[in-house]
């Protein structure tokens, strides 16, 4: 045992004795949650392997006497003070990695030494003999445990890969269970920059993404609130099947710049509880069909975002009944009265709404025009800002010169009203 103990000192010895140096000065901070520990996927490998080593010595050192497994002090005396030493630092970081409730990891540091992201590979049609067996191979993440974190609340990952978060490896000994050790108590996942679909990662253990679609997928995140899936590769089609099914507890689900064309997603009727939905930075052209990938076609849903895609029109944001925050700023927007009047007039409980950066913002007197759209001008926020006392009193001298303007155009005859060139139809 001697020789194991200076060993595993002298390999890793500093960077233990420096993460317990930092979890020490900082431990009330991330015990809080004030702080976020981030570790890069090689420093995880690093700890979780030493954690292991020390639990095969608390076992050793419990035995069937009834001793405390933990005890592992007494057992060690012919050890030397340096191990000793090293491994009651280790002890310390297990300790407080257990009670730890937020944890960031990033691959980036694992493929690129030098700090850069990682590029994704290239698919050519000619490989080498040598090139074969390194595709194949799992990331580093597949094969991290992150079983020390009992009390993990909130993971975020970074440039990690989530087609090998299922696959299994190629040697024995070596089973993929990261995200699997903590998704029965896991409450919030940020995927940010990963390369793979979610439905890679609701994979239930021993299946494939294929035979995941044959029957439903049990409730394998069962207290999962919040998913975010950002600049990521994520291709559409499977995520309401995966998701709904698998987190019936999700409340928000983040879903912005990843390349999305369409809102219906084949209409597998979402997750239940949804009240959040950010669809934000993508390729959407169309919202007609967006409650169709909503449970109970978006019953509980009361904010969304759909900044920054290619929206022609508003028609089918209409349905959403229960919105009381709606982001369409940035799209192609063009007509005040058939867009802003259709979520105006059809969306009685919307207190909060962003039309900027839109063709109709360009327009003079844009914001006094878009909130004369609802009956009080006081039950909206525009474009995240209340309605002052100057828009209140363009809004009362505009709502006169409408009522003049209508008077007079009655009055002509051989009118009937007349109509406006906002009244061409959409564009599907």
């Given amino acids: 045992p001697g020789s194991v103990g200076c060993a595993m000192a002298v390999g890793a010895g500093d960077a233990i004795s420096a993460m317990a ?7 009330e901070e991330l015990l809080a949650g004030s702080r ?6 090689r420093e995880l ?35 030397h003070a340096s191990d000793v030493e090293y491994l009651r630092r280790l002890e310390y970081v ?18 690129a030494g030098d700090g850069n992201p990682p590029t994704p590979p290239v698919t050519t049609s000619r490989t080498t003999s040598h090139e074969r067996p390194r595709q194949q191979l799992p990331s580093a993440l597949s094969l991290l445990s992150l079983a020390p974190f009992a009390s993990l609340a909130r993971l975020e990952l970074r440039g990690c890969d989530l087609a090998a978060a299922t696959r299994q490896p190629i040697w024995d000994g070596n089973l993929v269970r990261g995200l699997r050790e903590v998704r029965a108590h896991l409450e919030e996942l940020h995927l940010r920059g990963c390369v793979g679909t979610l439905a890679m990662i609701f994979v239930a253990e021993g299946e494939s993404t294929t035979s995941a679609h044959d029957k439903p997928p049990a409730a394998t995140w069962p207290r999962l609130r919040s998913l975010a899936y950002v600049g990521g ?32 997603q084949g209409g597998t009727g ?45 028609k089918g944001l209409e349905l959403l ?37 839109n063709p109709l913002a360009s327009v003079a007197g844009y914001r006094t025009q878009a909130l004369a759209c609802w009956p009080d001008e006081r039950d909206i926020e525009l474009d995240g800002r209340a309605a002052s006392k100057f828009d209140r009193f363009a809004l009362r001298h505009y709502r006169k010169a409408t009522q003049l303007r209508d008077r007079m155009r009655r009055m002509r005859p051989g009118t009937n009203g007349g109509t406006s060139d906002d009244d061409d139809d959409d564009d599907d």
């Fill in 270 to 314: 979402g997750p239940r509880r949804l009240t959040r939905l950010d669809l934000g930075f993508n390729r959407i052209r169309s919202a007609r069909r967006l409650y169709l990938s909503l449970h109970a076609n978006g019953a509980a849903l009361t904010s969304l975002s759909l900044r920054g895609n290619r929206l022609r029109s508003t």
């Fill in 233 to 264: 590769e994520l291709l559409g089609g499977e995520t309401d099947a995966s998701v709904g099914a698998c987190c019936p507890e999700l409340t928000s689900l983040d879903l912005r710049r990843n390349g999305l064309h369409a809102t219906d």
């Fill in 36 to 41: 976020v520990l981030t570790l890069s996927t």
């Fill in 45 to 79: 490998a690093r700890v979780t392997a030493r954690l292991q080593q020390l639990a095969r010595l608390s076992e050793l050192g419990g035995g069937p006497g009834g001793q405390n497994p933990n005890d592992w002090s007494r057992q060690l005396d012919h050890w």
């Fill in 321 to 357: 009944k229960s919105l009381r925050s709606l982001d369409v700023a940035g799209n192609l927007l063009r007509s005040m009265r058939r867009d802003v009047t259709n979520i105006a007039d059809n969306l009685p409980r919307l207190r909060r709404a962003w039309l900027e950066d």
């Fill in 94 to 111: 297990r300790a407080l990695l257990e009670g730890l409730r937020t944890l960031r990891v990033d691959e980036h540091d694992l493929h």
């Fill in 21 to 27: 140096a930092y979890l020490s000065r900082h431990s």
